[in-house]
Nanobody
Framework: QVQLVESGGGLVQPGGSLRLSCAAS????????MGWYRQAPGKQREWVAT???????TYADSVKGRFTISRDNAKNTAYLQMNNLKPEDTAVYYC????????WGQGTQVTVSS
């Protein structure tokens, strides 16, 4: 079993920055991908970014150039640096780990508002 705990969400003004963290614990082994999804009120959950165990990174077009995903394999932790935040980035952000079995974190709220 794997547990994911996100942190770093909050309220920020447009143009501001936040850094999300996702710490994984439990039975982690082998190759696994980590990533972030988000879900805004009344909308479906959407993919944001993914990083493989070898560091291959992909981003959704909506965040490309503003968000940066990274990971520390020694700490089993993934990060999402979010810059130039926009009101449309407001959502609950969920960490995701895929090691043949998919795990989700509980989510952390990000609100972008003046």
């Amino acid at each position: 079993q794997v547990q994911l705990v996100e942190s770093g969400g909050g309220l920020v003004q447009p143009g501001g920055s936040l850094r999300l963290s996702c710490a994984a614990s439990g039975s982690i082994s082998g190759i696994y991908t980590m990533g972030w999804y988000r879900q805004a009120p009344g909308k479906q959950r959407e993919w944001v970014a993914t990083i493989s165990s070898r560091g291959i990174i992909t981003y959704a077009d909506s965040v490309k150039g503003r968000f940066t995903i990274s990971r520390d394999n020694a700490k089993n932790t993934a990060y999402l640096q979010m810059n130039n935040l926009k009101p449309e980035d407001t959502a609950v952000y969920y960490c995701h780990l895929n090691s043949a079995v998919i795990y989700w974190g509980q989510g952390t709220q990000v609100t972008v508002s003046s």
